[in-house]
């Protein structure tokens, strides 16, 4: 952890030095960047860390024209670290970043959109819990009686049946109260950052550059509890779409908006 | 312009009528024919007049079909009407073609006609799929195609294709030999020499004549007999399949050429390469051989894999990795392994396996009372640490300022190589066993539809911090690199004398990446 903090603060540092207006001196700099300290050795674990580091500094050194560019974008990188704290002021930080990139010329995004539309890191509504919690007490209320018919067959007292069902929905209480808890969305300057998972922690970029459609949904139980989906496509190959449920309604399609409208503002897709 | 390719109605070979008869026709009334068999209620007669109404109006509907099947191409797209009884117009934009193939088997190629199947990204299946027109008509449509979609560059009519690669008669050879499936070949080698060893031991016991372990050992030697077989049969397939190999740059294409007995024919545009694939199977990675899978978003997952496969069967490594070179510009790849500490997961996870091998050997000795030896499994715990240690060894991670690579897999070791500008999303992530030893996954998804394994690059337990890094890292990067490529799609870009700043010095992939839309 602390080396890796320590090589990326050095890599900003490297940036400015970089920056020089020659052509033949920023090839050359960026060849010697591209030799990576530690060099290819197998499972070196203290230089992999330093890896990305010292490869903004490359890009840095490519081409004269994204400089300025990158150095934002460098240290943007250091605030993007999600989980580490201070999470508002390195979204701050993210954003005032995009600004003065748009300001130099860089980014087409008006910047009056970027502050309009993005957000900070928001939870679900906590009542997607209940909804959750609907289908894995049907789950558990199933193995229950699974297990219940097994103990039974089996010729042991009913009354483990008991245990079955006590273990098997705090298991799943603790399902849902956590998975409620890691679920966390923010609408970012150029994509949409989703982390999420009980048992596999994932989080993920969405480029609004790569969105296709984006839809809300509102399934029987959601309607009965007020909620909404959001699910977002994109041409991936894998996990093409993605959905973020427990919303109220409005938050849906509020949230809709935004990322329709930056996804529009957003340039250079692919049209495949 | 316009004027040149006029919006003719062009039709369907009629040669192709009487091969769809046979092709269709064959198939009802071998239907019909079993059925009489089998049911044999009906006399010979009632039979010849089921097949001849068949016949007739299975002639019918062909005639029909292919009467009623009219394409035409306009200025910019690409117009079908087909259908008999319930009629569809399509319209294909030519930017928006992916793939144009033409296949022909030998049937069809000894009447002279080929089908040509157009595909785009999307859809479940080809988006047009001409039935059947003649060879000449079908190279025609293919170099139309590839004309329409470069609208607005100077060709050079008299520039000679490229021949990027060409299979050698040594390298068929190296490839019918190196294609067996070996994941699958390995694990029943190692189950049938346990199962062998063991029977044979148990033999000894129980049976003292040595006739009767003979006949014992008659199975294991079947079951390798057989794996030969199957070995020998997929590298038939194989050199079948590949035979005549060559892949050509045709302006801003990629052109291959294939097959023995089904020729096949396809197009795959520079532009619209979203991912590239090295695969080495053991074998062929002893030999320093691999095949190239140049990966677009054309063909649906579901789609026969004979269509995928659409690059460099076999060629030595270093031939491979310069081709890479050639078409997406990369660098030589210095991978970063993932941590020692990623082998204990594998160390675990293959010594649980082994564990359930012996508790289910133990269950069937405790149940059946035979296979005394059951503790005898449990030797398969000296493998463990080497097979976790060579899956270790095979994977890593490289990036650049335009790519990041991913490799993985012992068996077949498989390398993505994905630019940064074709990422759709960028995602870690890190199950319960990774947290315990600090380690994630990154994801880098892309809209490639490379069959089961194709489309997303993984960097298996590579450290937490590095991968959080690279995540911001990679999505940063492709942030930049659109933006670049949106700049460079508002400057009119007319001839050759803008430098791309995406591919430098690679030449193949200037035009093609500007005019992506």
Redesign the interface.
């Known amino acids: 952890?602390s080396?890796?903090d320590e090589s990326?603060d050095s890599a900003t540092g490297v940036g400015p030095d970089d920056s020089l207006p020659s052509d033949s001196e920023e090839t050359a700099g960026?060849e010697r960047q591209?030799e990576?300290p530690g060099?290819?050795s197998?499972?070196?674990?203290t230089?992999?860390?330093t890896?990305?580091?010292v490869?903004?500094a490359?890009?840095t050194g490519?081409?004269p024209?994204?400089h300025t560019?990158?150095a934002v974008?460098g240290g943007?990188?250091d605030g993007?670290?999600?989980a580490r704290g201070s999470q508002n002021s390195t979204f701050d930080s993210r954003v005032d970043g995009a600004l003065q990139a748009i300001s130099d010329g860089?980014?087409?995004i008006d910047p009056g959109v970027l502050l309009e539309y993005t957000t900070d890191r928001r939870d679900l509504d906590p009542s997607v819990q209940y909804q959750w919690g609907l289908w894995t007490a049907i789950v558990a209320g199933v193995l229950t009686a699974f297990v219940t018919g097994l103990i039974s067959a089996a010729g042991a007292p009913v009354v483990l049946g008991g245990v079955a069902l006590v273990v098997l929905f705090g298991l799943g209480a603790g399902w849902v109260t956590l998975r409620y808890r890691r679920w966390v969305y923010q609408v970012r300057e150029?994509?949409l950052y989703l982390e999420r998972?009980v048992?596999?922690?994932?989080?993920?970029?969405?480029?609004y550059?790569?969105i296709q459609h984006v839809d809300t949904s509102r399934g029987p139980v959601e309607r009965w509890l007020g909620l909404s989906t959001l699910v977002v496509y994109?041409?991936?190959?894998?996990?093409?779409d993605?959905s973020v449920p427990g919303l109220k309604p409005e938050e849906a399609s509020d949230l809709q908006g935004r990322v329709k409208r930056l996804a529009i503002e957003?340039?250079?897709?692919?049209?495949? | 312009m316009n004027g040149e390719f006029g919006p003719d109605l062009m039709r369907l070979d009629s040669r192709s009528v009487p091969y769809r008869v046979a092709e269709n026709g064959l198939r009802i009334v071998g239907v019909i024919v079993l059925s009489s068999l089998f049911g044999n209620s009906q006399g010979l007669s009632g039979v010849l007049v089921f097949v001849l109404l068949g016949a007739v109006a299975v002639g019918a509907y062909e005639l029909a079909y292919v009467r009623r099947f009219t394409y035409k191409i306009t200025g910019d797209t690409f117009d079908i009407q087909s259908g008999v009884l319930s009629r569809r117009e399509r319209e294909i934009p030519f930017?928006?073609i992916?793939n144009v193939d033409i296949a022909q088997n030998v049937v069809q190629r000894a009447i002279g006609i080929a089908e040509v199947r157009i595909e785009t990204?999307?859809g479940g299946a080809s988006e047009a799929q001409l039935r059947y027109v003649s060879r000449g008509e079908a190279t025609r449509l293919q170099e139309l195609i590839s004309d329409r979609k470069q609208e607005g560059t100077e060709r050079d009519p008299g520039a000679a294709d490229d021949i990027l690669f060409e299979l050698s008669d040594r390298e068929l050879g190296i490839l019918g030999v190196t294609s067996a499936n070996f994941r699958f070949f390995g694990a029943i080698v190692v189950l049938f020499s346990l199962v062998g060893s063991a029977g044979a031991q148990r033999t000894q016991a129980a049976f003292p004549e040595p006739r009767m372990q003979l006949l014992l050992l008659l199975g294991p030697a079947v079951a390798v007999g057989a794996l030969v077989l199957l070995w020998v049969l997929s590298g038939v397939q194989a050199v079948l399949r590949y035979y005549g190999f060559r892949l050509l740059r045709h302006d801003e294409e990629l052109r291959y050429e294939r097959g023995l007995l089904q020729r096949y024919n396809g197009t795959i545009p520079l532009s619209?390469v979203q991912t590239l694939m090295v695969r080495e199977n053991v074998l062929a990675r002893a030999a320093g051989y691999a095949s190239l899978a140049i990966e677009t978003?054309g063909y649906s997952?579901g789609q026969g894999s004979d269509s995928v496969e659409s690059a460099v069967p076999i060629a030595a490594r270093e031939r491979v990795f310069e081709l890479c070179k050639t078409i997406e510009g990369t660098?030589e790849f210095?991978?970063?392994?993932?941590?020692?500490r990623a082998r204990t997961r594998y160390l675990a996870r293959y010594s649980l396996i082994v564990a359930g091998i012996v508790a289910i050997a133990a269950g069937y000795h405790a149940l059946s009372g035979r296979l005394d030896d059951w503790y005898l499994a449990a030797v398969l715990l000296v493998l463990v640490p080497p097979a976790a240690h060579l899956k270790w060894?095979q994977l890593g991670y490289h990036?650049?300022?335009r790519h990041i690579v991913t490799r993985r897999g012992f068996w077949t070791r498989r390398t993505t190589i994905v630019p940064y500008?074709?990422?759709?999303?960028?995602?870690?992530?890190?199950?319960?066993f990774q947290?315990r030893r600090d380690l994630a996954t990154l994801a880098v998804?892309?809209?490639?539809?490379?069959g089961f394994w194709?489309?997303?690059a993984v960097a298996l337990d590579?450290?937490v911090?590095?991968a959080?890094?690279?995540?911001?890292?990679v999505?940063?990067?492709?942030?930049?690199s659109?933006?670049?490529?949106?700049e460079l799609?508002e400057t009119p870009t007319t001839g050759e004398s803008v430098e791309s700043?995406l591919g430098g010095e690679s030449p193949v992939t200037d035009g093609g990446r500007r005019r992506?839309?």
């Open positions: 952890m080396d890796g990326r960026s591209m990576k060099g290819p197998a499972g070196d674990e230089g992999q860390p890896g990305p580091a490869d903004t490359t890009e490519t081409d024209a994204e560019n990158d974008a943007t990188t993007g670290q999600p860089e980014r087409r150029d994509s998972g048992l596999v922690h994932r989080r993920t970029h969405l480029p550059v790569r994109t041409a991936g190959s894998r996990g093409a993605v957003a340039e250079g897709g692919d049209a495949l | 930017e928006r992916q990204a999307g619209k978003a997952p660098d210095e991978f970063q392994r993932p941590p020692k060894t990036y650049d300022d500008y074709r990422v759709q999303t960028v995602s870690d992530s890190q199950s319960v947290r998804d892309t809209a490639s539809s490379g194709g489309g997303e590579i450290d911090e590095v959080r890094a690279l995540r911001e890292e999505h940063d990067r492709f942030q930049s659109i933006t670049r490529r949106a799609l700043p992506n839309r």
